[in-house]
């Protein structure tokens, strides 16, 4: 694993999603597009068959991606009282990384079940993007 971006090779100063397959760090949207697939997208086809679950750092949302849809998921980060993370927030030491989320992902990875995960939460929120946009 690096810190650079695969693509740009530079080290993304805000706008970092880590791959939590593989732990390779993306710049999200400051690298050129090559073609009409975003730098998310482009990794999720070439290195895991079009399925992988990034973290996305600067907002701390989590992105599931299995091409040609994804779907950005709520914060992986909560306060003690279960409030998400919101930009709006100036304070980060208010808000740790929920074990019972993460584990939750794990398994999904694990399992293979990254577009059921996509069906079922877009299904509930009524929110799906084409890949594209990542």
């Not at 482009?42 to 994804?70: D, E, F, M, Q, W």
């Amino acid at each position: 694993m690096t810190l650079r971006c695969e693509i740009c090779n530079k080290l993304p100063k805000e706008d970092i999603a880590i791959c939590l397959i593989c732990g390779q760090i993306l710049c999200l949207v400051s690298c050129e597009k090559k073609g009409k697939k975003g730098n998310l997208t482009r990794h999720a086809r070439h290195k895991h068959c079009g399925a992988t679950v990034y973290l996305l750092v600067y907002c701390s949302k989590i992105l599931l991606i299995h091409n040609p849809h994804a779907f950005l998921a709520e914060s992986a980060y909560f306060s003690q009282y279960g409030e998400p993370f919101n930009l709006s927030r100036k304070n980060w030491n208010e808000f740790y990384l929920d074990d019972k989320r993460i584990a939750k992902i794990h398994k999904m990875i694990l399992r293979h079940r990254i577009v059921h995960e996509i069906q079922n939460l877009s299904t509930k929120l009524n929110r799906v993007y084409k890949t594209e946009h990542f």
